[in-house]
DNA sequence: ATATAAACTTACATTCGTTAGTTTATATGT
DNA sequence: ACATATAAACTAACGAATGTAAGTTTATAT
């Protein structure tokens, strides 16, 4: 916005972490990754259009790094919540549904990101398997915790962790997305249906909670 | 594309059909309803850019009469497949698959129209609940089939089918939209999926199939 | 003092939604 | 059969926004 000081000689890439900071303020205030001009992020930043380019070779490089960036943070994010779940005491279950509610939370406060995450062909010349990759670490956390729930339970032993992990993963997103896109809907708590939908997909025996 | 002839006296309303269907067109192609420009859609049909103004006041009343009727068509595949589940003998669970089936193919066939209906901030000017109430009737539908699965399970009479078909619709929703944003991944048969996170929903006693 | 990193100004070529005014074909009245 | 009113479309253009290229200025470290 006013004038920035110039960096001093060596500390030219300080900007390129303002540039980054202020493209994800902007998704995040529009709701949508088509908010992120040259000239809106040079503006937020207060510094000329153009100069995004010494940091940036172009506006799908900036994307890109917003994605990683982005995924990073859900990443941290859940991490968090799950460390704070076995802290607390709370076994493979408790953390699986910790890691889905700081994912839940992230979705529904900042919409624009999740949707860049989850719903976005955000950046036209980026590779999806790229993409998916950036997501990639969630996934397998969730199976593998998932694995160790059903080594708890006898009866389920050799079920397909990863395939529960995906309806898993569908269920979470879907309760988020919807909320997301159809919000003037009446909406239960989200954390409340995602639970319920986790529920019946592993069925955990000791959830620590109510059967 | 070539020169169009011009329509008769009171048939200049054939045109307006031929405008939404390019817009359709355009927004299957290219995923997007981004790629629905006036200068786009006048190329396809073969008219004047201005010549839309003929037929809609401006471009976010094209992607609404889109939106409309693109939902109008979801509407009509579900009820035909639910249709067709009935006359081989099915009951509401055939009925409720066969038209999450039906939307689980629209979806996977024609991503860009469902991204539109289903996680589209697409019309600027357009209020939400308008959008959501081009929806509603599918939500309907489905709650009243699954009131009349769960009257058939003693144990479950009074559970919130409401709620139920959210959590169905969440699930169903979840399934589509990844594997449209993430196409890249192994994904096994959507309709499995589906099929299982219904199952594990609902529990149907005399699903037809296996308990 | 000077080399250079850091940022600037200017400008080009597109694309977009939309407005204004104009042309052309068709249906109708005589 | 012919003139005419009008629906149906056109051409031209404005103003704004965008990504990006080219060349220039300015402050700082040596």
Redesign the pocket.
Known sequence: MT???????????Q?RQDILGAAIALIDRAGSSEA?????V?KEV??????V??HFP???ALLLAVLQQLFDELIALRSEAEERAAAAGGGAWQQLRAGAFATVHFGLQRPGHYKMLYEGRVVSGLSDPMAAAFGRPIQLRVAGLIREILEGMPERENDDAERLALLIWAGTHGVISLQINKPTLRWPKATDLVEDLMRAVIRPANSGVSP
């Not at 004038?3 to 890439?13: D, F, I, L, V």
């Not at 207060?46 to 100069?51: C, D, L, N, V």
């Open positions: 004038k920035r000081q110039r960096n001093a000689r060596g500390e030219g890439g900007l992120v001009s040259l000239r809106a040079a207060g510094i000329a259009a153009p100069s380019y010494a172009d506006r799908d």
